[in-house]
């Protein structure tokens, strides 16, 4: 079901916000504990099922637009009162003190949120494996990974237990368990929507995005999340920049020299299908050229460490979260980091530090950073003759659990999604079609990227690609 079929059900009274908080709650209470999609079940949303049922009935079409609908949060987005706890260690018992703004825009329209989604730690990661909290699974496969960072609400809304989810892209965690559970997911321009709340990784790469079962459920709620805040700078204003116009046809840009690297044969046929079929709906589809693209995931595993290791700095025992004693401040600390943080976590750290140390400033960060506005300057010139750009959002279908135990194979996953993170721009992922796995159909995913504050343009395109042809309303 899609928020749209459920707010037309809700207002006729055919099925309620309580009916579907009891559907959803039976998932969970039966797959879940295998799956493990959530870090935290919450047991209050029962109540606010029953009272948007009583308000439904009394208010019908006048009620706020969310009213009741089942949404997953992902763990590192603060909810005041409930336990975030980032899939660490570090904050397994910390309680947030406030509601992060994109809470706080979903509340005022009425959502019900189900419960707190597994995620990897500090959403470092692009399987959901290196969780405090232990591994989610896939539940399309049991044996495979949902993707990762946000994995968790990846597969909450793909097994039923919301109707939609909120999850965080720095480099590709909201798309890539979009594309391995077979829904949409969607990341916005850096800065349309707040981070204020957000627990922070990299901050000039994080966005909060959505996982929904059509394009019109991200669209539906990226226009509740979106907009000015003045908890976060960084926001844009609405009315500050012209908007950028939808088409009746689209002219689309495939980078085909970079798709090349380290693809699944059947992956690339699903995506050529796609290109055929854009074909033959009228769009048009050219080849155009974006050699830097493939310096993305380098740049991006300098940027993001060096930003991580900044911001992780904050949890040292004495403020947030875990302390383990020690014999004075000093002990106190590495007792604490060393303790509270996983492998992956204290890799990054360690990197980031190094990437920023005196001397290799120049060499590495500086570098990146350079790379960075240069992809910006590339992509840029090629919008001027493209309206989208079409990658598939993966290289691979979803792998098995613990296939890639090596970090370097891990990170390869993100290959077409970074430079999207380090140019700022928004992209989408739909489903695109499936390949065979051990007999299993497992989901690929299809991103469409769009020229800076072009978020408009990728669910006026999306719902004619996808929720269109798939007949969902
Ligand atoms: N997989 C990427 C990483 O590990 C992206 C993570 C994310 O977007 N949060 O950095």
């Known amino acids: 079901m899609t928020i749209t079929d459920l707010r037309k059900k809700f207002i006729e009274g055919s099925y309620t916000p309580l009916d579907a908080y009891t559907d959803m709650r039976k998932i969970i209470d039966t797959d879940d504990e295998d799956i493990n999609a959530f870090i935290e079940v919450f047991d209050d949303a029962r109540e606010s099922a029953v009272m948007a049922t009583l ?22 987005i603060l909810i005041k009162g409930k336990k975030t706890t980032a899939a660490s260690k570090m904050l397994a018992n910390y309680i947030a003190p406030y509601d992060a703004t994109v809470i706080t825009r979903l509340k005022e329209q009425g959502a019900l949120f189900t419960g707190g ?10 399987s959901t494996e290196n969780s405090a909290f232990g591994v989610t699974k896939n539940p ?7 993707g990762g960072s946000s994995g968790g609400s990846g597969a909450a809304v793909a097994m039923g237990a919301s109707v939609a989810a909120l999850g965080t892209d720095t480099g590709g965690s909201v798309r890539l368990p979009a594309s391995f559970c077979g829904i949409v997911g969607f990341k916005p321009t850096y800065g349309r929507i707040s981070r204020h709340g957000l627990i922070a990784m990299g901050s000039s790469l994080d966005q909060a995005g959505t996982l929904t079962n059509s394009v019109r459920d991200s669209e539906l709620l990226f226009d509740v999340l979106k907009g000015k805040d003045r908890f976060d700078a960084t926001t844009i204003g609405e009315d500050t920049y012209p908007k950028v116009q939808v088409k009746e046809k689209y002219r689309i840009g495939i980078p085909r020299d970079f798709l090349q690297e380290g693809m699944d044969a059947d992956v690339l046929e699903v995506f050529n299908a796609n290109v055929s079929q854009l074909v033959s709906e009228g769009h048009e589809v050219v080849d155009v050229s974006l050699p830097l693209m493939k310096r993305g995931l380098a740049a991006y595993y300098i940027v993001m460490p060096a930003e991580v290791s900044s ?21 106190e600390y590495m007792k604490t980091r060393a303790e509270g943080f996983g492998a992956e976590v204290k890799r990054r750290i360690l990197l980031g530090t190094y990437v920023l140390s005196a001397g290799y400033y120049d060499a590495y960060y500086g570098k990146a950073e350079n790379v960075r506005t240069m992809m910006r300057a590339e992509l840029n010139h090629v919008y001027e003759t493209v309206d989208l750009i079409m990658t598939p959002t993966a290289p691979t279908p979803a792998f098995k659990i613990g296939e890639k135990s090596d970090p370097l194979s891990m990170y390869l996953a993100d290959i077409f999604t970074v430079p999207v993170n380090l140019t700022g721009v928004p992209a989408i992922s739909v489903p695109g079609g499936t390949v065979d796995r051990d007999g299993v159909q497992l989901p690929v995913g299809i991103q469409y990227i769009a020229p800076h504050v072009g978020d408009e343009r990728l669910f006026d395109f999306g719902k004619k690609v996808y929720d269109e042809v798939k007949g969902i309303v």
């Open 117 to 126: 989604t597994n995620l990897d730690e500090f959403a470092m990661g692009s």
């Open 311 to 331: 911001n992780l700095a904050r949890y040292d025992g004495m403020r947030y979260g875990l302390r383990v004693e020690g014999e004075d401040l000093l002990q």
């Open 140 to 146: 399309i496969d049991r044996t495979r990974v949902p």
């Open 55 to 76: 308000q439904y009935e009394k208010e019908g079409e006048s009620t706020p637009t969310l009213l009741g609908m089942p949404i997953a949060i992902k763990n590192n």
